[in-house]
Structures are given as C-alpha cells and as structure tokens.
C-alpha cells in the first residue's frame, strides 16, 4: 500500500503593506520630536539666559534617563498585569502627571523676546 502525499501551493502574492503599523511609527515620530522641541522650550522659557546650560544639561539629563527608566518601569508593569492593563494605568496616570508638569510655580521671567527688545531699548 502506497501513501498518499500531495504538495500544497499557495499562490505568490505580495506582502501586504502594513499602513496600520506605517501611520503608527510615523505619528509616534513626529509627536516625539513635537514633544523633544516643546519640553526644552518650555525649560529655556522658565528661566533667564544665563541658566541655559544648567536647562540643557537637566533636560537631557531627564529626557534620556525618563525613557530608560520609563520603559523599565512599563516593562515590570507589563510583566505583572499584561499589556492591556499596563497600558489603561498609563493612560489613567498621564492626565496626573501633565496636570503637575503644566503648573507654573511663581512667575515666569520676560520671554526672550522681551528681553532682547529690553535690551535695544
């Protein structure tokens, strides 16, 4: 008795272009950079000239070690909850948070355009 093997092909088709993930990357790039720009203007905005370097060196200090640790941190979330429900936290806590990082303690000093037009005058 013989047995029966057949080979099944399937027809070549091209991969499908994942516009899902495309659009996803794209708008996380771009709000990235949006949010890079702003955090580090709002910092410059906060304080006189002469504090320039500290902000530099805070903000990238922050910035770099927030994602690190951020995506540690999200990571042991995730490990414990699953992602659904690690991501549902931080959505629930990002309200908090920005309602913190908004506030303006005290008053701000003049905007730099103030300033330099202080400065001509």
Do not use: C, K
């Not at 099944?8 to 499908?16: G, I, L």
């Not at 272009?17 to 709000?31: D, H, L, N, R, T």
């Not at 995730?78 to 506030?103: D, E, I, M």
């Amino acid at each position: 008795m013989g047995t029966n093997t057949r080979t099944v092909t399937r027809a070549q088709t091209p991969p499908a272009i994942p516009v899902a993930v495309i659009a996803g990357a794209a708008m996380f790039g771009a709000g990235f950079g949006v949010t890079q720009n702003a955090s580090l203007t709002v910092m410059y905005d906060r304080v006189p000239e002469s504090g320039y370097s500290a902000v530099s060196a805070l903000w990238n200090l922050a910035y770099d070690g927030g994602m690190g640790l951020g995506a540690a941190g999200f990571g042991l979330l995730a490990a414990r909850t699953g992602y659904p429900a690690a991501f549902a936290l931080t959505a629930a806590v990002l309200p908090v948070v920005l309602a913190a990082a908004s506030r303006r303690p005290g008053t701000r000093p003049a905007s730099p355009a103030a300033r330099t037009a202080s400065r001509s005058a």
